[in-house]
T-cell receptor, first 115, second 114 residues
Framework: NAGVTQTPKFRILKIGQSMTLQCTQDMNHNYMYWYRQDPGMGLKLIYYSVGAGITDKGEVPNGYNVSRSTTEDFPLRLELAAPSQTSVYFC??????????????FGPGTRLTVL | QKEVEQNSGPLSVPEGAIASLNCTYS??????FFWYRQYSGKSPELIMSIYSNGDKEDGRFTAQLNKASQYVSLLIRDSQPSDSATYLC??????????????FGKGTKLSVKP
């Protein structure tokens, strides 16, 4: 199993451009998450999904969109990129989302710079 | 606004010593607590979870939880240079919520000197 994979690893965008960060998991997990991590900061949840076709906002959803058409894939879309979106983006997945005992597995991250 | 506070460090300990990492949280109803380790430039990985007051031991790691004081800590015994990393404390955001409610602290950077 590859676990959680993310592409691209690095990307530089110009202000106003758009892009999609890809995330795929092969563990048949129901829950998937997108986080951003700014330098010296913890992770902040952008969006999460409890299953195909169901998504919900996290703490910092503005400027982002998501979709979940399959169990495996959970792409994150940035529209009209802004310098404030410069960050490292992590995708994660977990089997049940059960708040007591479930474990989130993280992908390797995408380092995005908006200039 | 629910918050998780950690001392950003860096915390420096000699090899073989005990490293003590601390975390406080603001939401009294939080029920589950997690410690993640993050090496520089890498993704977080879960090392410990704790749900009940008291201590939970796993190898060289011990998590301690005191819900009355809203305090959770991680002890690393016999610290090794390979333990040098940033340790993130995460707290479930509300009773009965899914892990979509995880709130992370900023992390404490640990440096273990040979």
């Amino acid at each position: 199993n590859a676990g959680v994979t993310q592409t691209p690893k690095f990307r530089i965008l110009k202000i106003g451009q758009s892009m999609t960060l890809q995330c795929t998991q092969d563990m048949n997990h129901n829950y998937m998450y997108w986080y951003r991590q700014d330098p010296g900061m913890g992770l902040k949840l952008i969006y999460y999904s409890v299953g195909a076709g169901i998504t919900d906002k996290g703490e910092v959803p503005n400027g982002y969109n998501v979709s979940r058409s399959t169990t495996e894939d959970f792409p994150l879309r940035l529209e009209l990129a802004a310098p404030s979106q410069t960050s490292v983006y992590f995708c994660a997945s977990s089997l049940t989302g059960e708040w007591l005992t479930d474990t989130q597995y993280f992908g390797p991250g995408t380092r995005l710079t908006v200039l | 606004q629910k918050e998780v506070e950690q001392n950003s460090g860096p915390l420096s300990v000699p090899e073989g010593a005990i490293a003590s990492l601390n975390c406080t949280y603001s939401d009294r109803v939080s029920q589950s607590f997690f410690w993640y380790r993050q090496y520089s430039g890498k993704s977080p990985e879960l090392i410990m979870s704790i749900y009940s007051n008291g201590d939970k031991e796993d190898g060289r790691f011990t998590a301690q939880l005191n819900k009355a004081s809203q305090y959770v800590s991680l002890l690393i015994r016999d610290s090794q240079p390979s333990d040098s990393a940033t340790y993130l404390c995460a707290v479930n955001g509300g009773l009965g919520g899914s892990q979509g409610n995880l709130i992370f602290g900023k992390g404490t950077k640990l440096s273990v000197k040979p």
